[in-house]
């Protein structure tokens, strides 16, 4: 990733440019206007995995296929502020292949999910758009159909060696940490990773990490619990904070104890 030029930050736009967003043929293309911000989502089917490219507009580029939004103010400013953040609702992450923790043992897994670019502009809390580089499927998590959240579903490695894992500019790493401490093997064939309630950070290689997260597994009143903590991940290279939580979570679930996020 080329550090010098970042894709997230502040960018200055003059009236009437456009800029590009751009993984692949995945494109966010932003255009100043005297009143106006017009912004193009184009999304592909299938997630791109190139490097984001903040690109000026094509000489015969157009955006037709593309969904356009326009944010109407007094007058535009010449500067926009670009965030990475997490995905809005918690990821159903689904090993390739389930696996099992024995009693009394302690796990680590890395994984994996998609960013969003969110749009601000200059001394506001409210973006004008908020858009993932890759929108992850529909899923729900929970004991019934009753009772739990929709999420987003990922199909993921679950990576346990740190060496393996791929530098990738629209993705952020979560190191997992789950201990079984029930006297029966928990077998793991897919969990629930609030990432809405974690914040994001970059190291030095232009790596991004979500807070930490420890799961301790154990079954009180015959029911399946999960204690969760968590905190700044723990990586060899430094590492700066780029955006908070999306939220605080004001359930138990995120502060100590939840349902099982293990099923």
């Known amino acids: 990733m080329n550090q010098a030029q970042p894709w ?3 960018f200055k736009f003059d009236m009437t440019e456009t800029k590009c967003w751009r993984v692949g043929q995945r494109t966010i293309a932003i255009k100043r206007d ?3 911000w017009s912004i193009w989502n184009k999304e592909t089917p299938k997630e791109e995995t190139k490097l984001i490219t903040v690109t000026p507009k094509g000489i015969h580029e157009t955006f037709k296929d593309s969904d356009l939004k326009r944010y109407m ?3 535009t400013s010449n500067v ?3 965030e990475p953040s997490l995905a809005d609702r918690s990821m159903t992450v689904r090993p390739a292949k389930p696996f099992v923790i024995m ?3 302690e796990v680590q897994v890395y994984i994996s999910t998609p960013l969003w670019m969110t749009v601000m502009l200059p001394d506001t809390q409210i973006p004008i758009a908020d858009m993932p580089f ?3 499927s529909d899923s729900w998590f929970g ?6 959240d929709i999420c987003y579903s990922k199909n993921t490695d679950a990576k346990t060696d740190r060496n393996k894992l791929e530098t990738r500019s629209h993705r952020a790493n979560s190191i997992i940490t789950i201990k079984n401490a029930h ?3 928990l077998t793991v064939e897919r969990m629930s990773l609030p990432v809405p309630a974690l914040k994001l950070y970059v190291d030095d290689s232009g790596m991004f990490w979500t807070d930490q997260v420890s799961i301790l597994q154990e079954v009180e009143h015959n029911k399946p619990i999960s204690h969760v903590r968590h905190s700044p991940p723990k990586v060899k290279s430094h590492i700066v904070r780029v955006s908070e939580s999306r939220e605080l979570s004001s359930k138990t679930s995120f502060l100590s104890t939840l349902i099982s996020l293990i099923d």
């Open 134 to 136: 890759w929108r992850p």
């Open 143 to 148: 004991p019934s159909t009753m009772h739990g």
């Open 80 to 82: 926009l502020v670009i």
């Open 73 to 75: 103010t007094n007058q």
């Open 103 to 105: 009693p009394e043992q």
């Open 8 to 10: 997230w930050g502040t």
């Open 183 to 185: 006297d029966e093997p």
């Open 34 to 36: 005297m009143h106006e």
